[in-house]
């Protein structure tokens, strides 16, 4: 069974930084890509960024390239979320996925707030 648990979130001031973290079990992390969504409230679930299996290859929104950065320990089936220069706009839940068997999968999510 896919278990996937986020970390990290938290109140944060507009400019700050915040690093997400998602431990993945239930099935062969390393052969996944992975991916970052976040949903703010009253709106749609929204991709943020992705990694490839092996970490070769990444994604990001336009809305956070530059500022935000993704990663991958395989070795700790954990993929990471660097956020920098948080705007308040960016306030949401963020989730881990990844699709397994055809279907995807989620976390419950973290609470990354963005305020003064």
């Known amino acids: 069974q896919v278990l996937l648990v986020e970390s990290g979130g938290g109140l944060v001031q507009p400019g700050g930084s915040l690093t997400l973290s998602c431990a993945a079990s239930?099935?062969?992390?390393?052969?996944?890509?992975m991916s970052w969504y976040r949903q703010a409230p009253g709106k749609a679930r929204e991709l943020v960024a992705y990694?490839?299996?092996?970490?070769?290859?990444?994604n990001y929104a336009d809305s956070v390239r530059g500022r935000f950065t993704i990663s991958r320990d395989n070795a700790k089936n954990t993929v990471y979320l660097q956020m920098n220069s948080l705007k308040p706009e960016e306030t949401a839940m963020y989730y881990c996925?990844?699709?397994?068997?055809?279907?995807?999968?989620w976390g419950q999510g973290t609470q990354v707030t963005v305020s003064s």
């Open positions: 990694i490839s299996s092996a970490g070769r290859r990444t």
């Open positions: 239930g099935f062969s992390f390393r052969n996944y890509d």
């Open positions: 996925n990844t699709v397994w068997r055809g279907n995807n999968a």
